[in-house]
């Protein structure tokens, strides 16, 4: 089941946060950057703003939250993004994340584009969203909480794109 979060599911998603993180990034990025980036990012204060201004979803498996995804909403140009996806590693595999996928995708009705940005050695969430249609656009260095990465850009066409 699928639905949409509350307030009451902060410390949960904080949880499923913590613990997807570290078995997806472990050996990818240092401890205390994880660390640093999870302090920030799901901090109640970033929690309320995303709860207001993004598509918050959560994954329920026999009533216990599993997964969230946080999409936020169009844009004037019709882009919307895929912030977060994350489930907890007993769960993967098992179509959570496709629904996720699903249901977010069905809020962004006006929309033409959903990027979603990936660390480029994350090969099991490349591989994820390449099979749910998304395309590699670009990949890309840069600095994650102070740590140089690499980032892999993806989108996935809401509406075909104009020919021009």
Known sequence: MIRSMTRHDFETV????AVSYDDTYEG???????ESFLTR???SPMMMKRLEKTTMLIAEHE???VGFANFTRVDEDGDAELTDIY???DYQGMGFGGALLEAGISTLEDGHQLFVYVDSQNEGAR???EKQGFELLEEFDELFE????STAQYV????APALV
């Open 63 to 65: 009533g216990r939250p």
């Open 41 to 43: 990012a799901y901090a």
């Open 87 to 89: 489930l907890l590693p």
């Open 146 to 149: 102070g740590y140089p990465t």
């Open 14 to 17: 904080r949880q499923i946060a």
């Open 156 to 159: 996935y066409y809401l509406k």
């Open 28 to 34: 990818i990025l240092p401890k205390e950057v994880q």
């Open 127 to 129: 591989l994820f969203y």
